[in-house]
C-alpha cells in the first residue's frame, strides 16, 4: 500500500487525465471510497441496463410469435403469446427503473460497499435469469401447437424466477441489517 502523497512506482503512474484526477481524489481522506461506491453504481446501473435489453430480446422473439400466429390465423394461441409479452415488458420496466444502491443524504439506509456487492452479485444472477428467459422465449417461438402452452407455461415461471430475485434484490437494498 502506497502513502497516500508519495509518488507511484513507474508501472502504476497513471495513463491520461482522467487517471490523474482519479488518482489525486483517491488521496483525498474519505473521497476514494465515494469514488469506489460510485463506480459499483454505475456498473450497476449498466448492468441493469444490459439485463432489459436482454428481455427486449425476448420480448421481440414473441413479438415475431404473436405476428406469425395472426398471419396464420392461429387465434386461440395468440392470447398466451401475448400475456407473455406483457409479463416480460413488466419484469423489464421493473429492472431497468429499479433502485441501484444510491442513498441520499437523508436517506435512512445507507448503503456501504459490502451491500453494493452484494447488489451486484444479485445483478449478475438478474443477467442469468434473464438469459434463461431469453432462452425460454425461443422455446416458445419454436414450439408446435401441442407444445405451445407447456412452452409458455415455462416462460412464465422464469419470469416469475426472475420478479422474485428482483424483489429479494429491492429487500436488500431497502433493510436495516
Known amino acids: ?7 507511484m512506482p513507474e508501472q502504476h503512474q497513471p495513463k491520461g487525465l482522467t487517471d490523474k484526477l482519479q488518482n489525486l481524489a ?5 473521497y476514494g471510497g465515494y469514488i469506489d461506491r460510485e463506480a459499483r ?12 435489453q436482454h428481455l ?3 420480448i421481440d422473439q414473441l413479438q415475431q410469435l404473436s405476428e406469425r400466429l395472426s398471419r ?6 395468440i392470447g398466451g403469446v401475448d400475456r407473455g409479452i ?11 427503473h429499479a433502485d441501484y444502491g444510491a442513498a441520499g443524504i437523508f436517506s435512512q439506509v445507507k448503503i456501504d460497499e459490502q451491500r453494493l456487492g452484494e447488489i451486484y452479485d444479485h445483478d449478475l444472477k438478474l443477467l442469468e435469469l434473464a438469459d434463461q428467459v431469453v432462452q425460454q422465449s425461443h422455446a416458445v417461438a419454436s ?22 430475485h428482483l424483489v429479494a434484490r429491492e429487500h436488500l437494498l431497502t433493510s436495516t441489517d
Request: no cysteine; proline share 5%.
Open 1 to 7: 500500500m502506497f502513502e497516500p502523497l508519495d509518488p
Open 26 to 30: 483517491r488521496k483525498i481522506p474519505g
Open 41 to 52: 453504481r454505475d456498473a450497476d446501473k449498466q448492468l441493469r441496463q444490459r439485463v432489459g
Open 56 to 58: 427486449g430480446e425476448a
Open 72 to 77: 396464420d390465423m392461429k387465434l386461440d394461441a
Open 86 to 96: 406483457a409479463r416480460v415488458r413488466t419484469i423489464q420496466a421493473k429492472v431497468e
Open 143 to 164: 414450439a408446435d401447437e401441442d407444445t405451445m402452452a407447456e412452452k409458455l407455461s415455462e416462460l412464465d415461471a422464469r419470469v416469475k424466477e426472475l420478479e422474485n
